[in-house]
């Protein structure tokens, strides 16, 4: 697309084609040039749907390329109808990226006015050359809305719309993950999936942690759709999301001292360093860690029931979520802070697994108590709980049902396991020592400073 505006003394002599020009404002957030301007509502969507300058691709941790979240119909809906109901509503910014070269040649020309502006600000002409095409970094649902409304049927909405324009923002950078990085941060108009936000912010070491184990731990690479991303839940072919992944990860390194982002970071990041001991390199060591988790996770996935039958192809990932604890994320937080126990003490990590392997994990096994009422062996009101259900026939029957995913359900089911395997064997009493639960964050840290005052006085 041509923009009409002429520029006066400005020189645009290239001999490169290019797709599109219009006159900007450049300025720069570090070392990243930024080009802003407007277009009129119909010359954006011309630059959609008929020239396909302007993309968006589902986000993929196989490819190397720019991704989205994926488009979510109901916000986009919801967008739309706001527009219809008032298309005299400001449009949100739209915010593209480029990289800065392409097969070695620069994606953009810059060409500065003589103008004078205010500050680090330039005026001038922003040219992107043919074969360049703008990636959607935030405002896709924005975008398709427009779309939907344009293609519509409201008149008096599309009569103002197109008299209406659109401010853009295009930023020049080649780094993938530093564009995730900018649309986790300041992009999050719509709340992004726990499981995506792990997979797209790798300036995160805890984050890149739950990536690079589940790319790597056979589990998941025995099938490519057991691992997931572009949401939080897992369905039909998965078993795992990225952020239950990481949850697990993290635990045996930190606990559940993972309370918040910064928090989970924080101790992650200490972990880090204090390893490689104020020296060496922090990347390397997560390799390090992630190895570590992977080599146990493998061993597990052969021994623990469940994890068990799907490596030797007997269950499906479906089947295994409706059968075992573990198949849901508070489980497999349970296995995860057992390991980080047994980590802190020093005992042999495959050791534990095979103790956790003797235990029962399906979630309808059960036993009678004194009262006849049905218990779970191991994880009763922690991670399960029965209720008796009537049949038709007017007999009743014990029916699981799961207690949620609540961090104090799995801490307490973690807790009561610990204590189980410190009665199985003499070298495992070291997983119920005050220490051992304070460094899980399952004891408050022993206070620091004077004694307590006795509020009742001296004796």
């Excluded at 041509?2 to 400005?10: G, M, N």
């Excluded at 074969?131 to 896709?140: K, L, S």
């Excluded at 070491?205 to 990536?211: D, F, K, P």
Aim: hydrophobic content about 40%.
């Amino acid at each position: 697309m041509s923009d009409s505006t002429s520029l006066d003394d400005i020189d645009t002599f290239d001999l490169r084609s290019f797709s599109f020009e219009t006159l900007a404002f450049k300025t720069e957030v570090g070392e990243m040039p930024t080009f802003t301007f407007t277009l009129a509502v119909p010359d954006l969507l011309r630059l959609v749907k008929e020239l396909g300058l302007v993309v968006r691709n589902n986000f993929s941790l196989d490819s190397d390329g720019y991704g989205n979240r994926p488009l979510d119909k109901k916000h986009v809906a919801r967008i739309a109808a706001g527009l219809t109901e008032r298309p005299d509503t400001p449009i949100q910014m739209i915010t593209l990226a480029i990289p800065g070269e392409l097969n070695g040649a620069p994606t953009h020309k810059w060409t500065r006015a003589r103008a004078r502006t205010s500050g680090p600000v330039e005026l001038g002409q922003f040219r992107m050359y043919q074969d360049v095409t703008a990636h959607i970094q935030n405002g896709q649902h924005t975008l398709a809305a427009l779309e939907s409304v344009m293609d519509g049927d409201a008149v008096e909405a599309k009569e103002v719309l197109v008299r209406s324009s659109v401010p853009i923002q295009v930023l020049v950078q080649s780094d993938r993950n530093e564009v995730n990085r900018i649309f986790v941060i300041a992009g999050q108009t719509k709340p992004i999936s726990p499981a995506l936000i792990a997979a797209l912010d790798q300036s995160s070491y805890a984050n890149r942690l739950g990536v690079q184990v589940g790319r790597s731990a056979r589990i998941f690479t025995d099938d490519s759709e057991r691992l997931v991303y572009l949401s939080s839940s897992a369905s039909q072919g998965a078993l795992y999301s990225t952020a239950h992944v990481r949850g697990f990860s993290a635990a045996i390194y930190i606990g559940f001292k993972d309370r918040t982002p910064d928090a989970r970071e924080a101790n992650f990041r200490k972990v880090l360093e204090e390893r490689c001991d104020g020296g060496g390199s922090l990347d390397k060591e997560l390799d390090v860690v992630v190895n570590e988790i992977v080599e146990v996770l493998d061993y597990a996935y052969g021994r623990v029931p469940g994890w068990r039958e799907l490596q030797r192809g007997e269950l499906t990932p479906k089947e295994f979520r409706a059968t075992y604890l573990h198949g849901a994320p508070a489980g497999l937080y349970v296995i995860g802070g057992v390991l980080g126990a047994a980590r802190f003490c020093g005992v042999p990590l495959p050791k534990v697994v095979d103790a956790l392997a003797t235990l029962e994990w399906q979630r309808a096994a059960h036993e009678l108590d004194k009262d006849g009422k049905a218990v779970h062996p191991v994880f009763d009101g922690t991670l399960v709980r029965f209720e008796e259900v009537q049949r038709d026939d007017g007999t009743s029957e014990w029916a699981p049902t799961t207690t949620g995913g609540a961090r104090t359900n799995y801490e307490a089911a973690t807790e009561r396991l610990l204590g189980l395997l410190s009665h199985m064997d003499s070298s495992f009493a070291g997983l119920t020592s005050p220490s051992t639960l304070r460094h899980l964050g399952l004891r408050a840290a022993a206070r620091r400073g004077r004694p307590r005052k006795n509020p009742t006085g001296p004796a």
